[in-house]
T-cell receptor, first 112, second 114 residues
Framework: DARVTQTPRHKVTEMGQEVTMRCQPI?????VFWYRQTMMQGLELLAY????????DSGMPKDRFSAEMPDATLATLKIQPSEPRDSAVYFC??????????FGPGTRLTVT | AQSVAQPEDQVNVAEGNPLTVKCTYS??????LFWYVQYPNRGLQFLLK??????LVKGSYGFEAEFNKSQTSFHLKKPSALVSDSALYFC????????????FGKGTRLHILP
């Protein structure tokens, strides 16, 4: 049963530290999304890629967030420096050829 | 611009009763519409979709949704609710002008009361 995996599942860090979140999409899915979920803002699209190329990252704060796909099996989301307002659950999802998204379990980030 | 709206933040239904979670959309052209469910501390899971064909779409866990073009709606339904259906439900639409971008509604929390 193919799944999207994300690491770490939980991260607690201090303000100002760098945070790196990783995602392994399902093999063969060539479109990958990063979302952020908070109680206040709901589900927000941060960035997405097709065939490893960024299509849209307008949802990301550009000064501190960056997203990349070094290869087809790895997507990364970095925050540097982190701030308390970045505390959220970050989801990665990959898209199959039937336009169905498969979400990972999420990374719960707490910035103190 | 493509958009989707879920007018209810929360829906309460007694176990065994039928349930409806509402969704309306605004798109240019023919819509691709989806429902996803999120259980506590989990990622979203695909429930069902409408792309073309029969207006009544059947999905996972006994859910179905009815596509209504004249009312631009895609309401999620189930004939008999279970306590285990309690979760957060998201309606979504594919943004046809933006390379597979999927636009999600803000979500509706469904509470099934025993």
């Amino acid at each position: 049963d193919a799944r999207v995996t994300q690491t770490p599942r939980h991260k607690v860090t201090e303000m100002g530290q760098e945070v790196t979140m990783r995602c392994q999409p399902i093999l063969g899915h060539n479109t990958v999304f990063w979302y952020r979920q908070t109680m206040m803002q709901g589900l927000e699209l941060l960035a997405y890629f097709r065939n490893r190329a960024p299509l849209d990252d307008s949802g990301m704060p550009k000064d501190r967030f960056s997203a990349e796909m070094p290869d087809a099996t790895l997507a990364t989301l970095k925050i540097q420096p982190s701030e308390p307002r970045d505390s959220a659950v970050y989801f990665c999802a990959s898209l199959d050829t039937h336009y169905e998204q498969y979400f990972g379990p999420g990374t719960r980030l707490t910035v103190t | 611009a493509q958009s989707v709206a879920q007018p209810e933040d929360q829906v309460n239904v007694a176990e065994g009763n039928p349930l409806t979670v509402k969704c309306t959309y605004s798109v240019s052209g023919n819509p691709y519409l989806f429902w996803y469910v999120q259980y506590p501390n989990r990622g979203l899971q695909f429930l069902l979709k409408y792309i073309t064909g029969d207006n009544l779409v059947k999905g996972s866990y006994g859910f179905e949704a009815e596509f209504n073009k004249s009312q631009t709606s895609f309401h999620l339904k189930k004939p008999s609710a279970l306590v285990s259906d309690s979760a957060l439900y998201f309606c979504a639409v594919r943004d046809m002008g933006r390379d597979d971008k999927i636009i999600f509604g803000k979500g509706t929390r469904l509470h099934i009361l025993p």
